[in-house]
């Protein structure tokens, strides 16, 4: 019964990916009939490879795709080792859901209002401790080596992979491993990251490649909080695209190539480090020093944490008050009055938008989940080991968007769909599908196998015990799965824009147009909106399971 | 072939869609542009897929208001599709005619000038003509304004209709800076001992480009050569002086000149936040709207060089294979007549400027349009009168792409 969930289904969903990425790098390599080049050249790299400032541009992308996953895991694991079971846990750990799901545009768009030369810092310690009348002429948003695109996707990765880290590591019973570290005399914040982060690592790579990929490929982030001279390459590429010159469409073909040439070098290096740090640690390891350096560890994780929740709530913060603020010059720590003008103006525009973007993340999520849940008790039930076919699952998250998008696109014309609303679903299902694969699969892999054994030995069929068992066990991952593939579908632009022709509009896609011309204000507005619907659906997630398992406190506990 | 059996899903989708004929589903209808009447009727029930730029708030309001208008009148119904970028519609209509769909193309009217014009124009991906049999087009006075029959010097061949007017305007802040410059040379001059003041949009933002095109007007005085397609020793001779200015003027600008703003709303907001006294706006009305709604402070003034500036026209078009010909036929006619033209140029709705000739209409038609601002935030008449004609379009692209090569990678 599951079988058709099985590899068939995997290619189906691959294969636009795979054939849009076909045709649309055709032209790289000079093959793009309807400008009348049939002829297969080098020209376009030739070309490419001669764009002024390439090199800075490969190299930012670079740095960010390798140093975001770097800094933030480490953050993350230093932070899991020196606080787990403490207050400031408890309420980070409520936290980080509706944290992750802080679309990526509105909290760029909210970090470059908080620090900004003119931004809401600023505004706070001036002109009584600066002297500042006007705003300092200082490059701090948009500064030349990314520096600020790498804070701001550290800021952002940070919540993902905490995220994903607390999903995986109840199966690894840190709780009885450190104990058993403890009774040999080290001390906790060592201890865990001696006998927990080796093994919770293996369970998080496939969410840290997923940081490199997209922090080295990232479009949106980049355009707010980016260089601009030159910019990151994927800026330069879409650029490309959008020219009007329809010649510069053999450029941005190449250049997207190397996009992905970029994401791929990027995994590499961090594959290669992984090797070395796996060398240091098994040192460290063996070394047995009890508790060398666990101050630090400990300051660092203690620290670190709540200072990216501090910046991410302060760009919360700025977009709220824009969202409601009249006239606000600078050095003003606060506008000089306070509107809902700017909600009055928008809200006759935000309601068709609103329903599309219900409805679209609402589907495409529970197909996704629909589809997760069939793949992975199929392959349980199969009792193989994890198929390598699954792999290809994660392609829109491994090649840039606006590679296959455009190819997809092509291919839709090819058998003449026009634009329509269960097309965009089929662009999200794309890019929600990883997610929740990400984030169901390792618990559901986890999942004490003893639990069916059990049920079978006492008679369960497989279905029953895939009822009564697995799904109850797995309510909690399963809806935060739900609420992460939303979130995502949410803060999704290129597929809805590209595959509804622009007709379909969501919250993200119109406010990504009102970018280019609207007031501070506006676009803070609509930032608003965006960011508080998935909290919704996280709250959902966190409340559900407290309710169903109310009585039942050990199916709460994650620790 | 024969032992290269289709058993993989993925070969088989692939055979799918290369076996697939590029068949076109429906037959479009046949269409009489001099037949006003008749496509009227073809019209009725048809929806009109409009792209447009979405950043402008004021603009898709008013857009709003034609669509309810369109819906009584005509049964036509206006859906507008926004766009960042007019380069994503171009790609589009590229992407559909590479899937040689050529009668169901999803867009069927756009806003447009340029080198966005010039492409698809060169491409063939324009319907038409038809603009000239627009009952009326005659309300622009095509004989006395030629602009109206010319896109950036590219004869517009009935392929476009003209929609509204823009002039590049410069706007200050009284507060920081009383006396702004009037000159491109000037306005280096004044930078030079008020480093940090200014700085113009990242070509290829049009803005951006706007200025680059104003500088080297003004620089080269006018150099005929701009009025016709650009060559490379041409462009050496006519923008040599055009980097030796702006060499010494971008280390001047806000941030040394390593940092320039995305769009014309980036720059605004600069001014807004008080980081830079001086800015530049292709809507002459922008700054007084942007006073009015708070966004810019009420010390903001708006004027126009000594020598004039920049002015264009942007069109409305219909691509080639465009799917509701008819009722966008009619929603350009309904944009170009006096009752729509009088609400967008009114400042509390659109706030653009024109393309109708005022002059030519009766006095009572004359009155529909608002009486020209007295607002201290706006610019005269007297100002606006001073107009400069677009270089080729072939310029702009041009100039962006050396203007990348020589300051992008500093």
């Given at each position: 019964m599951l079988r058709w969930a099985g590899h068939s289904l995997i290619f189906l969903l691959a294969a636009p990916i795979l054939l849009g990425t076909l045709i649309a790098s055709l032209p790289a390599f000079g093959y793009f009939p309807p400008l009348g080049s049939s002829d297969f050249s080098l020209e376009a790299w030739r070309e490419l490879f001669e764009v002024p400032g390439l090199t800075r541009s490969v190299l930012i992308s670079l740095i960010s795709g390798v140093l975001t996953p770097l800094i933030s895991l480490a953050l993350v694991f230093l932070y899991l080792a020196s606080a787990t079971g403490s207050k400031l846990d408890l309420w980070i750990r409520r936290l980080v859901s509706p944290l992750l799901s802080f679309p990526h545009a509105a909290a760029a768009f909210g970090l470059a209002f908080l620090i900004a030369p003119s931004g809401l810092l600023s505004r706070i310690i001036s002109p009584e401790l600066?002297?500042?009348?006007?705003?300092?002429?200082?490059?701090?948003?948009?500064?030349?080596?990314?520096?600020?695109?790498?804070?701001?996707?550290?800021?952002?990765?940070?919540?993902?992979?905490?995220?994903?880290?607390?999903?995986?590591?109840?199966?690894?019973?840190?709780?009885?491993?450190?104990?058993?570290?403890?009774?040999?005399?080290?001390?906790?914040?060592?201890?865990?990251?001696?006998?927990?982060?080796?093994?919770?690592?293996?369970?998080?790579r496939l969410p840290v490649i997923v940081v490199i990929v997209f922090a080295s490929a990232t479009v949106d982030v980049a355009l707010i909080l980016g260089p601009t001279l030159p910019p990151t390459l994927s800026v330069r590429v879409l650029s490309w695209f959008n020219d009007p010159d329809l010649n510069l469409r053999f450029l941005a073909a190449a250049g997207s190539l190397l996009q992905l040439g970029v994401s791929l070098i990027a995994v590499a290096i961090w594959l290669a480090l992984e090797k070395f740090v796996g060398l240091l640690w098994r040192f460290w390891l063996a070394a047995g020093n009890l508790n060398t350096g666990e101050g630090l560890a400990f300051a660092i994780g203690r620290s670190a944490m709540p200072l990216v929740l501090v910046v991410i709530a302060g760009s919360i913060l700025a977009l709220l008050a824009n969202a409601f603020a009249g006239p606000w010059r600078y050095p003003s720590a606060l506008p000089?009055?306070?509107?809902?003008?700017?909600?009055?103006?928008?809200?006759?525009?935000?309601?068709?938008?609103?329903?599309?973007?219900?409805?679209?993340?609402?589907?495409?999520?529970?197909?996704?989940?629909?589809?997760?849940?069939?793949?992975?008790?199929?392959?349980?039930?199969?009792?193989?080991?994890?198929?390598?076919?699954?792999?290809?699952?994660?392609?829109?998250?491994?090649?840039?968007?606006?590679?296959?998008?455009?190819?997809?696109?092509?291919?839709?014309?090819?058998?003449?769909?026009?634009?329509?609303?269960?097309?965009?679903?089929?662009?999200?299902?794309?890019?929600?599908?990883?997610?929740?694969?990400?984030?169901?699969?390792?618990?559901?892999?986890?999942?004490?196998?003893?639990?069916?054994?059990?049920?079978?030995?006492?008679?369960?069929?497989?279905?029953?015990?895939?009822?009564?068992?697995?799904?109850?066990?797995?309510?909690?991952?399963?809806?935060?799965?739900?609420?992460?593939?939303?979130?995502?579908?949410?803060?999704?632009?290129?597929?809805?824009?590209?595959?509804?022709?622009?007709?379909?509009?969501?919250?993200?896609?119109?406010?990504?147009?009102?970018?280019?011309?609207?007031?501070?204000?506006?676009?803070?507005?609509?930032?608003?909106?965006?960011?508080?619907?998935?909290?919704?659906?996280f709250m959902m997630a966190l409340l559900i399971p407290k309710f169903v398992w109310r009585n039942r406190s050990g199916m709460i506990d994650t620790r | 072939m024969a032992h290269l059996r289709p058993s993989t899903p993925l070969i088989r989708i692939f055979l799918l869609f290369v076996l697939l004929p590029h068949s076109s589903l429906t037959t479009a209808q046949a269409i009489d542009v001099a037949d006003w009447s008749a496509l009227e009727q073809q019209a009725r029930g048809q929806t009109v897929y409009?792209?447009?730029?979405?950043?402008?708030?004021?603009?898709?309001?008013?857009?709003?208001?034609?669509?309810?208008?369109?819906?009584?009148?005509?049964?036509?119904?206006?859906?507008?599709?926004?766009?960042?970028?007019?380069?994503?519609?171009?790609?589009?209509?590229?992407?559909?005619?590479?899937?040689?769909?050529d009668t169901n193309g999803s867009i069927d009217l756009l806003w447009i000038?340029?080198?966005?014009?010039?492409?698809?124009?060169?491409?063939?991906?324009?319907?038409?003509?038809?603009?000239?049999?627009?009952?009326?087009?005659?309300?622009?006075?095509?004989?006395?304004?030629?602009?109206?029959?010319?896109?950036?010097?590219?004869?517009?061949?009935?392929?476009?209709?003209?929609?509204?007017?823009?002039?590049?305007?410069?706007?200050?802040?009284?507060?920081?800076?009383?006396?702004?410059?009037?000159?491109?040379?000037?306005?280096?001059?004044?930078?030079?001992?008020?480093?940090?003041?200014?700085?113009?949009?990242?070509?290829?933002?049009?803005l951006g480009s706007t200025f680059l095109k104003q500088a080297v007007l003004e620089i080269s005085n006018n150099d005929p050569a701009l009025f016709a397609p650009v060559t490379d020793d041409q462009f050496q001779r006519v923008t040599t002086e055009l980097w030796d200015y702006l060499d010494a003027l971008h280390p001047t600008l806000l941030r040394a000149g390593r940092y320039f703003p995305n769009s014309a709303a980036e720059l605004r907001r600069l001014m807004g936040d008080g980081e830079i006294s001086l800015a530049l706006a292709f809507n002459p009305n922008e700054a007084l709207l942007s006073v009015r709604t708070g966004e810019l402070p009420d010390s903001v003034r708006t004027y126009v060089l000594q020598g004039g500036t920049i002015g264009n026209v942007s069109f409305l078009a219909i691509p080639y294979n465009?799917?509701?010909?008819?009722?966008?036929?009619?929603?350009?006619?309904?944009?170009?007549?006096?009752?729509?033209?009088?609400?967008?140029?009114?400042?509390?709705?659109?706030?653009?400027?024109?393309?109708?000739?005022?002059?030519?209409?009766?006095?009572?038609?004359?009155?529909?349009?608002?009486?020209?601002?007295?607002?201290?935030?706006?610019?005269?008449?007297?100002?606006l009168s001073r107009k400069l004609q677009e270089p080729h379009p072939s310029w702009t692209p041009a100039l962006e792409r050396a203007w990348i090569q020589r300051y992008s990678a500093r």
């Open positions: 600066t002297g500042w009348e006007r705003p300092p002429d200082i490059l701090i948003v948009n500064d030349t080596w990314g520096l600020t695109l790498l804070f701001g996707l550290i800021v952002k990765e940070v919540p993902f992979l905490l995220l994903m880290s607390l999903a995986a590591l109840p199966q690894l019973q840190p709780r009885h491993r450190i104990e058993v570290a403890r009774t040999l005399g080290y001390r906790p914040t060592i201890a865990w990251l001696k006998v927990i982060a080796p093994s919770l690592y293996p369970l998080v000089s009055s306070w509107t809902i003008q700017h909600w009055a103006n928008s809200l006759s525009d935000l309601s068709t938008p609103l329903f599309n973007t219900v409805l679209i993340s609402v589907s495409s999520t529970l197909l996704a989940l629909l589809l997760v849940v069939a793949t992975l008790e199929s392959e349980r039930q199969s009792s193989k080991s994890k198929s390598t076919a699954l792999w290809l699952l994660y392609l829109p998250l491994l090649i840039p968007q606006i590679v296959f998008l455009f190819g997809i696109i092509v291919l839709t014309e090819f058998v003449g769909w026009q634009a329509n609303l269960s097309l965009v679903i089929f662009g999200h299902l794309l890019f929600v599908l990883p997610y929740v694969f990400l984030s169901l699969s390792e618990a559901y892999r986890q999942l004490d196998p003893r639990w069916t054994q059990v049920a079978s030995t006492l008679g369960a069929s497989q279905l029953k015990s895939f009822w009564r068992i697995r799904i109850p066990l797995l309510l909690a991952p399963c809806l935060t799965a739900v609420a992460i593939g939303m979130a995502i579908s949410i803060s999704l632009f290129l597929p809805t824009q590209l595959l509804g022709a622009g007709r379909i509009t969501t919250i993200t896609s119109e406010a990504v147009a009102l970018t280019s011309g609207a007031s501070r204000n506006l676009i803070s507005v609509w930032a608003v909106v965006q960011l508080s619907l998935p909290i919704l659906g | 409009f792209n447009a730029w979405g950043g402008e708030p004021r603009i898709n309001s008013y857009l709003n208001w034609v669509a309810q208008t369109l819906e009584q009148r005509f049964n036509i119904t206006l859906q507008h599709v926004k766009v960042a970028d007019t380069g994503e519609t171009v790609s589009k209509i590229v992407a559909e005619r590479t899937a040689g769909n000038n340029g080198e966005n014009f010039a492409a698809l124009k060169q491409n063939k991906l324009l319907f038409g003509p038809w603009a000239e049999e627009q009952p009326n087009f005659s309300l622009v006075n095509a004989n006395r304004f030629p602009e109206m029959r010319e896109d950036f010097t590219v004869p517009t061949d009935g392929l476009e209709s003209p929609w509204t007017r823009s002039q590049l305007v410069f706007y200050h802040d009284s507060q920081w800076l009383a006396e702004p410059p009037q000159t491109i040379a000037a306005i280096l001059d004044w930078s030079t001992f008020n480093p940090g003041e200014f700085t113009y949009p990242r070509p290829p933002a049009f465009a799917q509701h010909k008819a009722a966008a036929m009619i929603t350009a006619n309904f944009l170009l007549s006096i009752e729509a033209q009088a609400r967008a140029s009114n400042p509390n709705h659109m706030g653009s400027t024109t393309v109708i000739s005022i002059e030519d209409l009766d006095v009572s038609a004359r009155q529909q349009f608002e009486p020209v601002s007295t607002d201290l935030a706006a610019a005269s008449p007297d100002e």
